[in-house]
């Protein structure tokens, strides 16, 4: 069983011709699959493709990161559950969430009126996920508290929920737990900063653990600061491995079955 990338980012890869040597870098670093998550209607016919063309090792999930939410949003949204009635079906709803980190810094009723599109639209992706009842990728950027409230409010299934590229700490974390949610864990977990991700990781637990790159962003050391890609998520397990005390082909089991039942793969 190889490593299982739970959250990447092809579209960049594909816009430059660099696919097929990404996957072969990918294989190469002992990865099996990945799940390329969907931001915006861009890319979700794109994701779908490929699923297609690699069937056994790329995945894909559509969604609208909050990022990508303005006022036509509605518009895209309405595109999405289309993709659940296709020979080639996401594996999960998003990424989807919000986001205050990228609001307007200098027009605070600009940042309102987004932040409530934003609202709206995570609003109306929960409880498409719930018709569904598929796993939701939640993308929460300064905003943890607000992105709880609002799935305790949908009726979605907790357990069916991840919170990618986990940065908070050892009180969030818990807060998921109680509700049978997780955090998944990108190459941030190996940076030296990063001691409340560490923390929060050892307590959600290895039983638990699910691996991300969120690739073309937050390289793992040795290559922080560099574009990163799926390959490098074997950095983050072999970083894993030595933190939890175990070895490393046990550490690749156990997070590639977690993704597995997670997403349904």
């Known amino acids: 069983m190889g490593l299982i990338d739970t959250h990447t980012h092809f579209e960049s890869f594909a816009r430059c011709g660099g696919l097929l040597a990404m ?22 016919t794109l994701y779908r493709d490929l699923a297609a063309a690699y069937p056994d090792s790329v995945y894909f999930t559509v969604g609208l990161h909050p990022c990508s939410v303005d006022e036509g949003w509605r518009e895209r949204f309405a ?7 296709g020979a080639v079906r996401p594996v999960a709803l998003g990424e989807i969430g919000l986001d205050r980190f990228h609001l307007p810094k200098d027009n605070p009723a600009a940042a309102g009126k987004v932040f ?28 943890f508290s607000e992105c709880v409230e609002m799935i305790d409010a949908s009726g979605v299934a907790w357990e ?18 109680a509700r049978g949610g ?15 991700v560490r923390e929060a990781a050892r307590v959600q637990g290895l039983e638990k653990m ?3 790159t969120d690739a073309p962003y937050l390289a793992p050391v040795p290559h922080r600061g560099k574009p990163n890609e799926p390959a490098f998520l074997r950095h983050t397990a072999e970083f894993c491995a030595q933190m939890f005390s175990v070895e490393l082909t046990q550490l690749v089991e156990i997070t590639a079955r977690n993704a597995r039942r997670f997403y349904r793969l």
């Open 210 to 212: 699910m691996l991300e």
């Open 182 to 196: 997780l955090g998944s864990f990108t190459g941030v977990v190996t940076y030296k900063s990063a001691e409340n």
């Open 79 to 85: 595109g999405l559950e289309a993709f659940w009635r």
């Open 160 to 177: 069916r929920v991840v919170f990618h590229c986990f940065t908070e700490g050892v009180e969030q974390i818990s807060k998921l737990m």
């Open 23 to 44: 996957l072969h870098r990918a294989r190469e670093a002992g990865l099996e699959a990945m799940v390329t998550v969907g931001t915006n209607v861009d890319d979700w």
């Open 116 to 143: 409530g599109w934003q609202k709206d639209a995570f609003a109306a992706g929960l409880d498409l996920a719930r018709g569904l009842e598929c796993p939701v990728v939640v993308h929460s950027r300064s905003s």
